[in-house]
């Protein structure tokens, strides 16, 4: 059964903030999300939004994305990543540390 959040916000939180790059970060008890923009012609990024959870949300989180871009794919096609040094191997739950 699905949970529904009676959920408001304010008109300025509701803009959002663009970000075309993340940073993340962990400890033993708090994950870091920095969203920053990374435009052409600027000295430096800038960070505009951060977000920091416990481990556990983090991995809901990793859940909620991995379903949602899922379901865009499913409709939309395949989400293509350039290939590149900065790339991440995918994520295998089932591989061994």
């Known amino acids: 059964m699905e949970k529904k959040f009676d959920i408001e916000i304010n008109p300025e ?3 959002g903030n ?3 790059l993340a940073i993340i970060t962990h400890s ?3 994950f870091i999300l920095d969203f920053a ?3 052409p012609g ?3 990024m800038q960070v505009n939004s951060r977000i920091i959870m ?3 949300h983090a991995k809901r989180l990793l859940g909620a994305l991995t379903e949602n ?3 865009y794919e499913s409709q939309f096609g395949e989400i293509k990543l350039p290939i590149g040094p900065i790339m991440m ?3 295998k739950p089932d591989a061994e540390a």
């Open 13 to 15: 939180v509701a803009k």
């Open 18 to 20: 663009y970000a075309n």
């Open 28 to 30: 033993s008890s708090e």
């Open 37 to 39: 923009q990374n435009m």
């Open 42 to 44: 600027l000295p430096k």
């Open 54 to 56: 416990t481990p556990e």
């Open 69 to 71: 871009i899922r379901k």
């Open 89 to 91: 191997p995918p994520i």
